[in-house]
């Protein structure tokens, strides 16, 4: 059976931009995937999607016109409930075979084609037939339907057809539809519009408005050629990427990085064409990121960047329009910046004038949350908070003595910039512009940087804060949230995090491993749960779990340890022990990763998994010591003895951190252990010599187990 190419385009008014490459991708995936499943399409077939802020469309290589007939059966009913004495067909069957379009006359001569099959149990009728495959027409309208309702529309608008009763309900008014098999239109139907073989081409820059598409595969190079219009929302990206490099290259500038303002921009130009503007450089005295952030939002311009990274009065923007004279585009959006520029030097001049410290009393007037009070009240405690990691980690050498005071300072004022008229029209600038008034207001420069700073790491791959006041601070800040959000239920479920609770864990983590904080997790937890007092519940324990399935993820799933080698079971192994040293976890993963490498490991995995389960059944043993007069066997006496002799060997290098070492060690104990097992009766009738054999194993596993759980690393 002979194919073509399948071309349909719903031609639409302007999408929103946000969403056209979701759409797009979507568009040409449910369509495809509907076609295929009817048998019309190929399963490794080329598919093409074309997105642009007017047109949805696919182009489906090696269609057929109707997809290859198929043998079918149909399960009916049982063979005692479908024939009678005689064998004739009841009116169960009957009724069965109806709804598969057998006509009554016709029964008596099926029944001598229906198959009986058993299960086991039962025997059952079953009809077996050649069903023709559907035509293209009737597949592509099961295809479309199915395609549009899928769609992943961020908000469905309701509009009238044209014969003024009928309403529609679509992401955007569409006006025309084309369905294409090669060069035949197909004859469906969606949205109002019967399909044909025209659509249009750009607003202002096409030949003809109006385009007759002469086959489908030459569909994208006949609407860049004659309607002026790059179909591909990949080709169009790259293009307006390219463009904006040359622009800039040539006067040894940078634009802006930003993957969504570029994918934003694609979605809203047909043809694109970058030209380069300026604003008055005045307006540089404003700090950069308000500037930047007001441009990229409000403009979808692309900022230039000079070689340090420091922000020029030129960038870039992408028209729809390729006019021989570009001044007028040039001089409109010159134009068009300008208030914006000046906006943001009026909110940045009117804030400076008021201090950070001013601003407090406001904080109390503004709500955080119903159960946890005001901002004011959230301030106190992250003050608290930050003052007592800072004098956490000055007693263990971090941050020098005047760590505490400073981060108590930088605590009170990191909200204060909530209350400024530039943060309150670019929330995204918060801490940003608190840094920038603390080194107005005249603070040091370590509280300004740990203002800015408070807030980071803000995402995946953030940096992380300058300097330890800024550390101090964001961990308060972090900390503070999660202990307030656990202590009153507030937890995340499934992909629901609206308080960021999985990033706060996550820049915790990153903070005390990444900056090899000499502090423990459960102290930062502790001092937390302290400073809310009786106003939440105690949420220690789910939080210590919540933040093990953090590590335990990033470390599974692409963290820095997995990516040097270590197995799912030596992170089990090392975290089921909750380390709450978070920055010893990748020595400890390291340490298990080369003892699981030893000839001995997977015999003292095993030993140790068995004494484990000795252990859980064993009577209470106290305080209970090993008595060597009740070593009565030479095996539990050699034992004993190489315990002794590896336990002075290794528990220096446990204390000095030398994990790896101290682990290698354990190897000696395999012999003895070995021996151990295969003679001795551990659990003896006599109960003060059982006791003694569990207080010895009791021993080898904490020697054994003081870095991680090897009994994780059993097979």
């Known amino acids: 059976m002979s194919t073509k190419s399948l071309l349909v385009e719903l031609f639409v008014e302007e999408l929103p931009p946000k969403s056209l490459r979701k759409l797009g991708d979507a568009f040409g995936a449910v369509l495809v995937a509907t076609l295929r499943k009817l048998g019309l399409a190929p399963g490794d077939g080329q598919v ?76 059952t009728l079953y009809l077996e037939r050649t069903e023709p495959g559907v035509t293209l027409d009737k597949g592509l309208q099961e295809a479309l339907d199915a395609t549009i309702a899928q769609l992943p529309i961020p908000k469905v608008m309701t509009y009238q057809l044209a014969d003024g009763w009928s309403n529609v309900r679509f992401v955007r008014p569409a006006h025309r539809l084309l369905a294409l098999h090669g060069n035949e239109v197909v004859p469906v139907q969606a949205l109002g519009l019967t399909a044909g073989n025209q659509t249009q081409g750009h607003r202002f820059e096409a030949k003809e408005q109006v385009l007759t598409i002469r086959d489908a595969d030459g569909y994208a190079a006949q609407l860049a050629e004659e309607g002026a219009v790059i179909a591909s929302f990949a080709q169009r990206r790259d293009d307006i990427a390219r463009q904006l490099q040359q622009q800039s290259a040539a006067e040894g500038l940078q634009p802006i990085d930003d993957d969504a303002l570029l994918d934003e921009v694609t979605s809203l130009v047909e043809l694109p064409n970058v030209l380069q503007c300026s604003f008055e450089a005045e307006f540089l005295a404003v700090p950069q990121e308000c500037l930047i952030l007001t441009m990229k939002q409000n403009q979808k311009y692309f900022p230039l960047l000079d070689a340090k990274g420091k922000l020029t009065n030129r960038f870039l923007i992408v028209s729809n329009i390729r006019p021989a004279d570009a001044s007028a585009v040039t001089q409109g959006n010159e134009r068009v910046v300008r208030p914006r520029l000046a906006d943001a030097k009026f909110f940045y001049d009117q804030d400076r004038k008021k201090t950070l410290e001013a601003r407090l009393p406001g904080l109390d007037k503004v709500v955080y ?36 005071q400073q981060a108590d300072r930088a605590a ?44 980071k790491p803000r995402f995946a791959g953030d940096e992380l804060p300058r300097n330890d006041v800024g550390t101090a601070v964001a961990l308060a800040d972090k900390l503070e949230t999660l202990v307030g959000m656990f202590g009153i239920g507030q937890l995340p479920t499934g992909d629901k995090d609206p308080f960021a609770l999985r990033r706060h864990a996550l820049g915790t983590i990153r903070m005390l491993v990444e900056r090899a904080l000499p502090v423990d997790l459960s102290q930062l937890i502790d001092a937390a749960v302290q400073v809310f007092g009786a106003a939440i519940e105690d949420p220690r324990d789910k939080l210590q779990d919540f933040f093990f399935d953090r590590l335990a993820t990033q470390l599974r799933d692409g963290g820095s340890a997995d990516q040097r080698g270590f197995s799912a079971q030596q992170v089990d192994a090392v975290l089921s022990l909750r380390p709450q040293r978070l920055a010893d976890v990748e020595r400890r993963l390291a340490a298990v990763r080369a ?14 998994k068995r004494i484990g389960n000795i252990l859980k059944k064993s009577d209470d043993l106290g305080d209970a010591k090993v008595n060597e007069l009740l070593l009565k066997d030479a095996q539990e006496q050699a034992l004993f003895a190489a315990l002794t ?66 009994s994780k690393l059993a097979g």
């Open 645 to 710: 002799k590896v336990g002075k060997s290794a528990r220096p290098k446990f204390d000095a951190g030398d994990y790896t070492a101290a682990l290698s060690e354990c190897a000696a104990l395999k012999a003895p252990v070995d021996a151990f097992f295969d003679a001795v009766m551990v659990n003896a009738d006599e109960p003060d010599l059982r006791k003694n054999r569990h207080a010895l194993l009791r021993e080898l596993h904490a020697l054994m187990n003081r870095i991680a759980d090897l």
């Open 595 to 608: 003892f699981a490498a030893l000839p001995e490991a997977e015999s003292l995995a095993a030993a140790n």
């Open 412 to 455: 009170q004022l990191a909200k204060a910039d909530l209350l400024t008229d530039m943060v309150g029209e670019f929330p995204e600038l918060q801490g940003i512009m608190g840094g920038y008034y603390a080194r107005n207001d005249g603070e040091p420069q370590a509280i300004a940087e740990a203002v800015e700073d408070h807030y």
């Open 369 to 404: 949350h119903n159960k946890l009070g005001t901002q004011g009240e959230r301030v106190g405690r992250v003050r608290a908070l930050a003052k007592a990691i800072g004098a956490l980690l000055s007693t263990q050498g971090v941050g020098g003595d005047a760590l505490a």
């Open 48 to 123: 093409t999607t074309f997105a642009t802020p007017r047109r949805l469309a696919v182009l489906v290589a090696g269609v057929a016109a109707r997809a290859a007939d198929q043998q079918v059966e149909y399960k009916l009913v049982p063979v005692k409930v479908g024939l009678d004495a005689n064998g004739k067909a009841t009116v169960p069957l009957q009724k069965k075979l109806a709804q598969l379009g057998v006509a009554e006359a016709d029964v008596a001569a099926t029944l001598a084609h229906l198959v009986q099959k058993s299960d086991g149990k039962t025997d």
